[in-house]
């Protein structure tokens, strides 16, 4: 009976909740033994522990402060990930001989009947043809299908016509992602593997503040194992090996930023995917923007190689907030420069000789403009240069629970949209990368006198495909199931330790897909004269990926820290943390290691800080 009852309070929540806000801090987790009960991310372990004074909560720090203060020597994040190669078709290696039989392939293809006769023709010629001449081919179908592009509303709707088409040399050859959807047929025919298309914002000039939504191609080398991506003509070697990473620099070579990448991995499967420099983003806005019961007026972040500076202010309930974030990379400078208001609402009632306990209402939301500056690739002279975009972003986030005895439900949605640009000024349309919702529903078990706690839960997206006029619609992301063991106590200084590890079914448990294990574990010792030390460490791995789906075909990720903190006295604290972090990120975990806008690649990363903080 009382389990019948919460779920109906769970349904009931996501409708009434909406009225209330609160922060992110206060709110109820559903992937505790991923976040340590915190919604955070794993790069709390560098910048945003730099910030907090100790473990220990005492009455100075509930209080608001107006400065809060932390300065820091830091080694430089890299981002060897940006070792792109750009195959201009006048610089590859081939010679006139060879020339004139691509020549000869390519006005064969455009020679047929249908769109599966010139495909039986491509995989048959295509069979003699060296690894650089068939990425000139492939170039040169590129611009011949560019030639036909029509938004018009009258273009073709299918594939076959788009070919056909091209062979009448007409203007009605389809949109980006039909022309990108037929020279994924044309890559498979030549013998490439893991033939997909993915999405991004493409700024075709840096110096100009305007670009669109754009699909192209991305496929990979079964020799090198390495991904390309094609636009059009263009073809770039992105010199990654996974195919998460491989968006990353497509994204970068697309433009300044791009919010979140549909990404089509296999036929019929769309993912979502979070680009690097858009996590480090999210970050930055999401720490200027939360409000906080003990959070101060003004931040500062100064180290050599990362500078943070924002000013909040109003009340408890709403806040207006400036924000400029820079860090310095060895492909050049990012920096984000957001103004913005944000608000946030609770409710929590705990119930005597009712049915239900408790019951916890959390809502949190902000918006507001920014402006980005960071490195975008230039193909005219094969280097990547600064570019800058000024746009708007907005986001929302609700959590909710109700309590019977020692289980829990919980509901969350969360909404995000880094990059909206509304039509005005030299900008045609609409130009934004779609706004990335979740939905999740969970339960929590929890044994107090053993310090154990059991969940799950399942996440929804709504993800569109990459075709012309289609709507997002519910897709399921994951299920997730994990266990805690947190033997820490909130209200005594002394050391504890927590280990978790999850299971995550990808696509659903129903499907899975693939399979990914995530573990943790930290450890927190308090000493009275040397201060707190803390250890951690996160290992994710996909270790089953039957869908041969290469979105999930991954390196396991590993991350080991270390941090020591000192309070000197009531306002100022010292310390320092060293990161160890090897393997790209996995989605859907949250990011393993500190953010930063250069992540992506699987090469080692050890990055590490001393610093002094104060509150004053």
């Known amino acids: ?133 068939k990425l000139l081919l492939l170039s040169m179908v590129g611009s011949r299908l560019s030639s036909g592009y029509s938004a018009t509303g009258k273009e073709n709707r299918d594939i076959n016509s788009v070919y056909l088409n091209a062979v009448k040399a007409k203007k009605e050859g389809g949109i980006c992602g039909d022309i990108h959807q037929l020279l994924g047929d044309v890559a498979k025919s030549l013998g490439f593997e893991a033939v ?29 194992g390495e991904y390309y991506v094609q636009n059009y003509s263009q073809i770039y070697n992105t010199r990654q090996k996974t195919l998460q990473s491989a968006v990353d620099v497509s994204t970068k070579i697309l433009g300044v930023i791009t919010g979140q990448s549909y990404v089509e991995s296999r036929p019929g499967k769309t993912h979502e995917y979070v680009p690097a420099t858009a996590q480090w983003v999210q970050e930055q806005i999401k720490n200027a923007a939360t409000i906080k019961k003990d959070s101060s007026v003004m931040t500062i972040k100064a180290g050599q190689n990362e500078q943070t500076f924002a000013v ?3 009340n408890e309930n709403i806040k207006g907030f400036l924000m400029s974030s820079r860090i310095n990379t060895n492909e050049g400078n990012y920096q984000v420069d957001v103004a913005g208001l944000s608000t946030r609402g609770e409710y ?3 119930f005597k000789d009712r049915m239900v306990d408790e019951v916890k209402v959390t809502t949190e939301a902000y918006g507001g403009a920014m402006r980005i500056s960071a490195p975008g690739f230039d193909a005219i002279t094969d280097t990547y240069k600064q570019g800058e975009r000024n746009t708007l972003f907005f986001g929302a986030n609700m959590k909710g629970s109700a309590r019977i005895n020692d289980t829990t439900g919980k509901i969350e949605i969360n909404s995000i949209n880094l990059d909206l640009k509304p039509k005005g000024s030299e900008q045609t349309k609409t130009t934004t990368a779609g706004t990335r919702t979740e939905f999740k529903v969970g339960a929590e078990q929890e044994w107090k006198d053993l310090n154990l706690k059991a969940s799950a839960d399942r996440t929804w997206a709504f993800i569109p495909m990459i075709e012309q006029h289609q709507k997002s619609k519910p897709t399921t992301a994951y299920d997730r199931v994990g266990v805690m063991y947190d033997t820490s106590k909130p209200d005594k200084k002394e050391a504890y330790l927590v280990v978790g590890s999850d299971v995550y079914f990808l696509e659903g448990v129903n499907v899975s897909s693939a399979v990914a294990l995530k573990n943790s574990i930290k450890a927190v010792i308090p000493t009275e004269q040397l201060g707190t030390f803390t250890l951690s460490a996160d290992l994710a791995k996909v270790v089953q990926n039957k869908s041969k789906d290469p979105f999930y075909d991954t390196v396991p990720t590993t991350s080991v820290g270390i941090d020591w903190n000192k309070q000197l006295n009531k306002l100022v604290d010292v310390g320092f943390n060293v990161n160890y972090t090897k393997g790209n990120q996995i989605q ?29």
């Open 588 to 616: 859907p975990f949250a990011v393993i290691g500190p953010v930063t806008p250069v992540m992506g690649g699987t090469e080692k990363k050890v990055q590490g800080m001393v610093y002094l903080h104060g509150r004053f």
């Open 312 to 314: 909040q202010l109003g």
């Open 1 to 133: 009976m009382k389990t019948t009852v919460l779920v109906g309070i769970i349904v009931l929540l996501s409708t009434a909740s909406l009225q209330v806000q609160a922060t992110e801090a206060d709110a109820p987790c559903l992937d505790c033994a991923a976040t340590d009960g915190k919604v955070l991310s794993k790069s709390a372990i560098a910048i945003q522990e730099a910030v907090k004074p100790s473990e220990k909560k005492s009455d100075q720090q509930s209080e608001m402060h107006w400065i809060d203060a932390a300065f820091f020597v830091d080694t430089k994040p890299v981002g060897k990930e940006l070792d792109v190669i750009f195959k201009n078709p006048s610089d590859l290696n081939i010679n006139i001989y060879k020339m004139k039989n691509v020549n000869s392939i390519f006005t064969s293809f455009l020679n047929h009947k249908s769109l599966k006769e010139a495909l039986q023709d491509v995989n048959k010629s295509g069979a003699s043809l060296g690894h650089e001449e």
């Open 348 to 350: 929590s009632r705990e």
């Open 196 to 224: 997909g298309r993915h999405t991004g914002q493409w700024q075709q000039d840096l110096t100009k503040d305007n670009a669109g939504g754009h699909a192209i191609m991305h496929f990979r080398d079964p020799k090198t």
